[in-house]
């Protein structure tokens, strides 16, 4: 039952943020846009690239699905509204998200481009960038929850939430979690003026359509993290829970969206050196704070 | 039914489905939205959103006429489309090799509403049928040439031995032309060999290939196809050297053709088979050694240098370092394999009709070769024109700065015939040129953004570079203040200052002019001589940072300049020459135009135009491209190059490459 209707939410979810991501693409806001173009993709042809490595480049974008539906899976939207509460279920959500970079080098190199493999090689610097900004944020909140579990974590915050507690860990999660979802400005892997399209340069079609559902997921799971980690879940007063998260992550959800909006892409090697030399600074610093607010103060 | 139609029976579902499609358009613009919205066309108005690469459009969208070459590439393009697919041609002609256009119309912003209104109902009625046309671009057409594994510069259209070392020839693939494809068909075999089905074996044209299952090498076929046994799909291979593709050291075997081969397992070296095939211990594909230097298989490469020298190598034995000692070191110094990509000429973040081909080491730049498509070509006039009609025929050939070329006619036309334009007259020239470079400045500000992905930047620019164009003193005098606010917000903007910052650095040594001189600091500025633009109180806007960054602030201090210009002349006047009868002479006149300094001489006979010189700052910039680009990352070396802002129409055909 859970499982259906976090299935269900998910799909409305995805049909939201491809409203607002349209929206924010083309500036028309246009409400029967997704179902639209959902199927004009299903009629279109799915074309396969010359001398393709069809075993990658037909497994690609259903292996992103599959990582984005894992990762959903560890996600509570109300106490008992989650498909398994793992207890190592902060850990599995980036186990399952380690996926998205397998799918994406695949479905570049597959399509046997040179626009599609330099963007699966770019993902590949990039992940070297975000992937410890995911894990060391993600640190810091299970040092205060004392466990992994992701609804533990949401009963963490009743008297403060963590976006006040360790707003540095915030700040580092939600730009990792951008770079991992290969959001704009951090659009490297696809990058539309360097590489026209990139990873999905090749793919047409239903393959295509697999490829953005996938990764409407990815962005909604990881929205769906940042509510868990930091927003304090379905934690709020009037709403019943499941409202509360549902609002939080779209909401979280529509700000990466618009962000990239208003800003140029970032240099690659500005990027990698942003992560390391700043980023992981600042989450070691995180880390050392809030153990010692942990020790200190008993919240 | 459209000609692109997708082969089906138009029934049911499908009618929803071509409902759909038909709301759903995305447009794959030829040559470049900058083009259309240079002609006026506000394609996001007219919901018309952009497709990056054509294998996410719907339609093609054809602006004005097109020379042969462009009409090849958009062949190409229109290829590989995914049916359905259309065509919608604004003010074009003939389309050849492309099929005729679904849907006609005048290039007016008019024009694309209706025809885009035709071809969705066409669309609607259309997208299936049975009877389907294919479409091949003739520019595809693949041909195969063999070339020397050892000496790239040999290549042959037969097979045969390679004249300097003897070694057998390897077929290749190559097509015509580049296009968009992004499909690299002649690159070094080594490059894509693992995910490309081993190019020489599908291709040799004396052995029959067969496949096999990468898994369970019993199954041998002459078809591709699936393994019966796990699914797996068959994979070719070619008699004995099907091997090594993974082995990552091709030098043993790959042509070890004269002695029996055997073959090992990497990890299990104790494995030795007769047979390409799979270890028994660890399932690796095994691969093939020859008896006398499967000693040093793991010794690294030195041994196989120094132990012979090049000359008593066997002409079989194919060295790693042999291969790469020539090839020239990247600045990272990693030895990568070598992409030849294709960018342009609809690359959405180049000008479009500039056809790039730049040489990919990993993403590095380490080569640029440049294929313009459109240009200018000498002579300008080959019979007697009338004047007037030589004036349109500039504004018509620049269409990215028509009022300047436009205007440079007519003052070379009045220089010759020995008139001078009235004082108001001549204000309201400059006024006319500075509103162009306005809309100039603003059409490139709009494309840097959709390079860079700064959205809001690609779209606020584009609006307003629509409405400076073609508006008179009182509507730019309203514009102004949504100008200044976007100047503002850009030259604050930190992100784009960090990306900028130190790309393309030009010194005062280059041959550059414009805008890109003024950024390094020179003083170089046509309207400096010119007694209107004194009199309106003009002094040339200068920057000092001479990069990319410098680039863009100085654009955006000349479109401020152009507005305080433009409300100082007051007036603004087409570039119409005054009645200059049976003039005959020899004039010449100098004009800045957006991208820099034009200088046209001509003669006059008769009161027509018999002779024309023109020379265009794009001419001089587009031999800037390939220093900017060496050794650069990919996306800046794409910056680079976006920041001459060049006119693919404004290059002298005889500078191209």
Redesign the interface.
């Known amino acids: 039952m859970n499982i259906a209707i976090i299935l269900g939410s998910l799909a409305l979810g995805a049909y939201i943020i491809a409203i607002v991501e349209s929206w924010?693409?083309?500036?028309?806001l246009r409400l029967a846009?997704p179902?639209?173009?959902a199927?004009?993709l299903?009629?279109?042809?799915?074309?396969l690239?010359?001398?393709?490595?069809?075993?990658?480049f037909e497994t690609a974008p259903v292996l992103l699905l599959v990582a984005g539906l894992l990762a959903v899976a560890v996600i509570p939207l109300a106490p008992d509204l989650i498909i398994t509460d793992l207890s190592s279920g902060a850990l599995f959500l980036n186990a399952a998200l380690a996926y998205v970079l397998v799918a994406l080098i695949m479905a570049g190199?597959?399509a046997?481009?040179?626009?599609?493999?330099?963007g699966g090689?770019?993902f590949l610097g990039q992940f070297i960038a975000y992937a410890m900004l995911i894990v060391m944020p993600i640190t810091a909140v299970a040092m205060r929850a004392e466990s992994l579990m992701t609804t533990q974590i949401v009963i963490s915050q009743v008297e403060l939430w963590n976006i006040f507690y360790q707003p540095i860990g915030f700040v580092l999660f939600v730009i990792a979690a951008m770079g991992l979802a290969y959001l704009?400005?951090l659009?490297l892997p696809l990058?539309?003026?360097?590489?026209?399209?990139g990873v999905?340069?090749?793919?047409?079609?239903v393959r295509?359509g697999v490829l953005r559902l996938a990764r409407m997921i990815i962005i909604l799971s990881l929205a769906g993290a940042t509510v868990t980690f930091y927003l304090g879940g379905w934690l709020g007063p009037w709403l019943p829970p499941w409202a509360w998260s549902a609002i939080k992550i779209l909401v979280v959800t529509v700000a990466m969206l618009m962000a990239?909006?208003?800003?140029?892409?970032?240099?690659?090697?500005?990027y990698l050196a942003l992560s390391w030399k700043l980023g992981i600074s600042l989450a070691l610093a995180n880390i050392f704070l809030v153990g010692v607010i942990a020790l200190v103060v008993p919240i | 039914m459209i000609s692109g139609a997708r082969k089906g029976a138009f029934s049911g579902l499908r009618k929803l489905v071509a409902a759909a499609m038909a709301q759903e358009l995305k447009a794959f613009v030829v040559p470049g939205p900058e083009l259309a919205r240079a002609h006026g066309l506000d394609l996001a108005k007219a919901g018309l959103p952009l497709a990056v690469t054509p294998r996410h459009a719907g339609v093609l969208l054809i602006i004005s006429n097109l020379p042969e070459g462009l009409r090849d590439a958009a062949s190409v393009a229109y290829a590989q489309m995914p049916r359905p697919r259309a065509i919608l041609a604004l003010g074009a002609g003939n389309l050849a090799p492309l099929p005729v256009a679904d849907v006609s119309a005048d290039l007016t912003q008019e024009g694309l509403l209706s025809g885009l209104a035709q071809l969705r109902r066409a669309i609607a009625a259309g997208a299936f049928g049975n009877d389907v046309t294919d479409f091949e671009a003739p520019a595809l057409e693949i041909r195969v040439e063999y070339t020397c594994p050892m000496h790239p510069e040999v290549v042959s259209d037969k097979p045969g031995n390679c004249p300097k070392c003897g070694m057998v020839l390897m077929p290749r693939e190559t097509d015509a032309s580049g296009g968009h494809a992004g499909h690299t068909p002649n690159e070094s075999e080594a490059t894509m060999s693992q995910h490309n089905t081993p190019e020489h074996s599908k291709h040799a044209s004396a052995e029959a290939a067969q496949y096999t299952c990468p898994m369970h090498p019993e199954v041998v076929s002459a078809e591709p196809g699936s393994c019966p046994k796990c699914g797996m799909f068959l994979m070719p291979v070619e008699g004995k050297d099907a091997d090594d593709k993974h082995s990552g050291h091709g030098e043993h075997s790959q042509h070890a053709s004269a002695e029996a081969t055997q073959y090992t397992c990497p990890m299990h070296p104790e494995v030795v088979s007769a047979e390409p095939g799979s270890c028994p211990k660890c399932g690796m594909f095994l691969v093939p050694v020859d008896d006398k230097d499967a000693d040093d298989k793991h010794s690294g490469h030195g041994n196989h240098a120094s132990a012979e020298t090049d000359d008593g190598i066997e002409a079989h034995f194919m060295s790693m370092v042999g291969i790469t000692k020539d090839l020239p070191r990247s600045s990272d110094g990693l030895q990568m394999d070598w992409l030849e990509v294709p960018y342009g000429p609809f690359f959405p973040g180049l000008p479009g009709g500039l056809g790039l081909q730049l040489t990919l080491d990993g993403d590095t730049v380490s080569g640029t070769g440049i294929r313009n498509l459109v240009g200018f070509a000498a002579p300008l006039v080959s019979t007697p024109v009338a004047a007037e009609d030589f004036i349109a025929q500039m504004m018509k050939t620049m269409p990215h700065a028509p009022v300047s070329y436009g205007l440079l006619a007519v003052c070379a036309i009045e220089n010759a015939a020995g008139t001078k334009a009235r004082e108001d007259t001549a204000r309201g020239r400059a006024a006319a040129l500075e509103r162009e470079r306005i809309a100039s400045h603003l059409s490139w500000l709009s494309d840097f953004g959709a390079q860079t992905g700064f959205r809001w930047l690609a779209t606020s620019a584009a609006a307003l570079q629509l409405k400076v164009q073609g508006a008179d003193t009182g509507q730019i005098a309203a514009l102004t203040p949504a100008i200044t606010a976007l100047l503002g917000r850009l030259r604050r903007a930190p992100l784009m200052r960090m990306r900028l910052k130190g790309i393309a650095r030009l010194d005062d040594s280059v041959d550059a002019a414009g805008p890109l001189a003024r950024a390094i600091g020179l003083n170089e500025d046509v309207r400096s001589d010119d007694q209107t633009f004194s009199a309106l109180g003009f002094s040339p806007a200068l920057r000092t940072g001479g990069d990319a960054l410098a680039r863009l602030q100085l654009r955006c201090d000349e479109i401020d300049q152009s507005l305080k210009l433009i409300a100082a002349a007051g007036i603004i006047t087409a570039p119409v020459a005054e009645d200059i009868g049976k003039a005959k002479g020899e004039g010449a006149a100098a004009l800045e135009t957006p991208r820099g300094a034009a200088h046209l001489r001509l003669v006059l006979k008769k009161g027509k135009v018999i002779s024309a010189e023109l020379d265009t700052p794009s001419t001089r910039h587009v031999a800037l491209i390939e220093d900017m680009t060496a050794q650069q990352e990919l996306g800046d070396a794409l910056v680079a190059i976006n920041s001459l802002d060049l006119s693919p129409w404004e290059i002298g055909m005889e500078s191209r490459a």
């Open positions: 924010a693409t083309y500036g028309r846009g179902a639209l173009a199927l004009a299903l009629g279109r042809e799915s074309v690239a010359r001398k393709p490595d069809r075993l990658f190199w597959g046997n481009g040179a626009y599609g493999m330099i090689w770019r704009p400005p659009d990058a539309p003026g360097d590489l026209a399209g999905e340069a090749e793919y047409t079609g295509l990239g909006h208003y800003m140029p892409r970032i240099r690659e090697a500005r």
